[in-house]
């Protein structure tokens, strides 16, 4: 965010519809940046600290999807995908890929603002005063997205990061899988227990831990999942 105003990074290749979002964004206040290819998107992003990106799915050298799966390896920051596709599989796999909408050209300026709104009530809505967490094992910064488990550091995509989030906020509470698929997924709709049982079992593995009783990732079975914090 910059002088008070949140900061959009559009990657578009069509200089009319690049010109048409920069108008109606900045109309609203918005700072806007532009990239007009795929790889200048991600080098953009990487440089600078921008709130929210507008990604185009049909890109020249990397197309939206490639460039929104480098984008996530970088940073959880909201994601707008906008496309000529409208059919519902494209819909998913973008959700899916971790974009947080998708908008389908042609659209309208108030269609875009209600969903850039949506967007950025659901950021603030993840937001939390609390800015670690540490209990003597695992230490969290919320602020960073960083994990340490006995002071390594654990790399996670950001579905395993914000599930475990979750439940390191929650901790001592059990969380059914339906709870923790609002909380922890961009899109929940549609998406079956499994899912969170499957990711639940990775977590585990990455921060080293096993299924057995001394995990602090409980399984209550016919609950849910529970993060109890080791004694110390």
Partial sequence: MRDGHISVLVIEDEADIRQLLRTMLEREGFNVSEATTGRDGVRHFHQSHTDMVIL????????????????RDMSDVPVLMLTALSTE???????????DDYLTKPFSRVELLARLQAISRRQVSRNDPITTFDDGTMHVD???QEVTVDGAVVILTPTEYRLLATLARHQGQVLSSDQLIELAWDDPSGLAPSRVKYAVLRLRRK?????GDDTPLE??????????ARSR
Avoid: S
């Fill in 56 to 71: 185009d799915v049909g890109l020249p050298d990397l197309d939206g999807w490639q460039v929104l799966e480098r984008i």
């Fill in 89 to 99: 599989r494209d819909k998913v796999r973008g959700l899916n890929a971790g974009a």
């Fill in 142 to 144: 919320f602020a960073h």
């Fill in 207 to 211: 921060l080293g831990w096993g299924e």
């Fill in 219 to 228: 399984t209550v079975r016919g609950f849910g999942y529970r993060y109890r």
